[in-house]
């Protein structure tokens, strides 16, 4: 008996590469205002506004004295729950 990967397989692949990439981005955006990047430099700005635009949901959802830690908690619950998400439908389309 031969094991085929079929498009089961190649849509988790797709649905797992995407929610990796929307983490990544809100990683990155994470990371560069933690290290205070130019906001005036359009990489940065793409980053940020995507970023925001991915975590709208749960920007400003906990309030720290601290801008940082808004920021990462915010950005962070984002960016943990897309990647459980989606590698969780990832594994059930794969089945």
């Not at 990544?24 to 290290?35: C, E, K, P, S, V």
């Not at 793409?46 to 830690?69: H, I, N, P, Q």
């Amino acid at each position: 008996m031969s094991y085929s990967r079929g498009n089961g397989f190649t849509a988790a692949r797709v649905i797992a590469l995407v929610a990796d990439v929307m983490a990544f981005i809100i990683g990155l955006w994470i990371l560069m205002y933690l290290l205070d990047a130019n906001r005036g430099n359009e990489l940065v700005e793409f980053v940020r506004d995507t970023a925001r635009w991915l975590a709208g949901w749960s920007y400003d959802l906990f309030t720290f004295d601290k801008a940082w830690a808004n920021v990462v908690a915010g950005y962070g619950l984002a960016a943990l729950v897309y990647l459980f998400i989606g590698h969780a439908i990832a594994g059930r389309v794969r089945r």
